[in-house]
């Protein structure tokens, strides 16, 4: 089950999707065993966005400081 490379919104969906279904399936995200099923879609969020190389939807971008 790996995750497709790629950073277009398709195949990030596609790795959640995948994700989910194996949560479904064992009850586990690799490693990690989420509380509940919002738990574990966040989770999956999270590794697919950073294997696509966009980081998290949710954090915030970092600010340049200025010399």
Known sequence: MPLK??????????NIAELIGSYKKNGKIGNTK???????????????????GRGSPTAKKKKKKKK
Do not use: M
Not at 34 to 52: D, G, S
């Open 5 to 14: 490379p790629g950073s277009s919104q398709k195949t990030i969906s596609e």
């Open 34 to 52: 989420p509380r509940n099923l919002a738990h574990a879609k966040k989770i999956a969020a999270k590794i697919a966005y950073e294997h696509a």
